[in-house]
């Protein structure tokens, strides 16, 4: 077991600091920092085995491939899927999520069909289905959820109908810590035919992933906010669904025959992995998932969890302060508001004490005026957080309150 000490010292960064003061760094909801072994790694790849993938004969060449499939093997394992193939790499989440929308969802959605999205979801779950919706004249229809942050199951329960044809949800909701409940959705989603699409951007770092036990048809996610490297991420699709869908984008690496008179496709995942990837940024992905499948997720979330209740119960009892999202299964985010004081003002007065916190509508808009509140304030702790994160951030907003008072 790493001691507290030996785990900051994985963290350079963090012992940087910030105005004067010692870092509090609370937005990992926005991207985590990044271990040792993971930059190492990244390092290693350009140092040593910097080549491009599955495409020359050459020793080098080979070896930058093995080591790209080996981070594929990574990612198929730490979610459970059943094979690598279903793993296709992508710049993020974002880019994931659009993959779905344009070649499943052009490809299979009709007039009239029904696209059910949380009221909750991230913009990113949103516009990428709005946008195919128009070119198909299909209706994207918003789930209600709770004050809380919880999803309405029975009102999803009455909505879906023969119309459905996709549900999307995120596994975690970046801007209030809610875990929703996955395997209900898939349920939900298949008794009527639709596929169920999971937005995994807040799920991968702190709660286990099982995509065969929930039976999902794709998850997307982003390396970066999981202790790997920004601009990688990665979808998982059931084979069945990948090898119907047509690619997402055209050029090299993804074909198997080109000639004017028409293109064959390659194979999946290759299919939708045109170009030269980040292959660097891959295998930083997979040695990210290494390094946080031996710190341990259980023992991560524990951690996580604590400090954000430490937070959210001193928060609590400063006037003024309403926390928002208090759903009963949450990860360690706090978002909260202050009578009267803008959250653009707390974030500013904040960082002037040297504490990193996220600001704004979270990419939530639906979700902000589902709330009736125009932003909030969000603390998201990660593994290597401190009781003095929790220090600095409960000072911080007393400063502010003085400021405003
Ligand atoms: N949320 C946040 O501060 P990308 O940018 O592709 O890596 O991830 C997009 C994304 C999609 N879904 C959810 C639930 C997310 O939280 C995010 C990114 C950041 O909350 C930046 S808006």
Redesign the pocket.
């Known amino acids: 077991m790493m001691t507290n000490t030996s785990l900051l010292d994985q963290f350079p960064l963090l012992k940087e600091k910030v105005r004067g003061h010692r870092l509090a760094y609370l937005?990992n909801?926005?991207?985590t920092q990044k271990p040792l072994p993971v930059l190492e790694e990244m390092d290693r790849i350009y140092r040593t085995l910097n080549a491009n993938v599955h495409r020359g004969v050459h020793t080098l060449s080979q070896q930058a491939t093995d080591a790209f499939e080996e981070a594929r093997a990574k990612v198929a394992r730490f979610i459970k899927a059943s094979e690598p193939a279903e793993v296709i790499f992508t710049?993020?989440?974002?880019?994931?999520?659009n993959l779905v929308a344009q070649s499943w969802g052009l490809a299979n959605l009709k007039p009239g069909d029904e696209i059910l999205l949380s009221h909750g979801?991230?913009?990113?779950?949103i516009v990428p289905w709005q946008l195919a919706a128009e070119r198909c004249g299909a209706v994207v229809r918003p789930i209600p959820i709770f004050e809380s942050g919880e999803l309405d199951l029975k009102a999803l329960s009455e909505m879906v109908s023969s119309k459905t044809k996709v549900v999307g949800i995120?596994h975690?909701?970046?801007?209030l810590g809610t875990i929703n409940p996955i395997a209900e959705v898939v349920r939900l989603a298949h008794s009527v035919g639709a596929i169920c699409i999971v937005?995994g951007?807040?799920g991968l770092a702190h709660e286990p992933v099982d995509v065969q036990a929930w039976g999902v048809d794709f998850y997307?996610m982003?390396a970066?906010?999981t202790y790997g490297p920004?601009g990688v991420?990665a979808l998982y699709g059931k084979r069945s669904l990948l090898e119907s869908m047509p690619p997402f984008m055209g050029g090299g690496d993804m074909i198997r025959t080109v000639s004017f008179d028409g293109t064959t496709f390659n194979e999946i995942p290759n299919k939708f992995e045109p170009g030269t990837p980040n292959v660097p940024g891959v295998v930083g992905f997979g040695a990210a998932l290494d390094w946080l499948a031996a710190f341990g997720l259980p023992q991560a979330t524990a951690i996580e969890n604590d400090l954000a209740d430490r937070a959210a119960a001193e928060l609590s009892s400063l006037p003024g302060v309403v926390l928002r999202g208090t759903a009963s299964q949450k990860v360690g985010i706090v978002s909260f508001t202050l009578d009267s004081v803008h959250p653009h003002d707390i974030g500013t007065i904040l960082d002037s004490e040297g504490v990193a916190v996220?600001t704004g509508h979270?990419?939530c808009m639906p979700l902000m005026r589902r709330l009736n509140v125009p932003a909030t304030v969000?603390a998201?702790f990660a593994l290597y957080n401190q009781p003095e994160d929790v220090e600095a951030l409960i000072k911080g907003v007393q400063k502010v309150q003085k400021i405003f008072a």
């Open positions: 937005d909801a926005a991207t710049k993020g989440c974002t880019e994931s999520i979801e991230h913009h990113a779950n995120k975690v909701c970046n801007a937005d951007a807040q997307a982003s970066h906010k920004m991420g996220r979270h990419c969000r998201s």
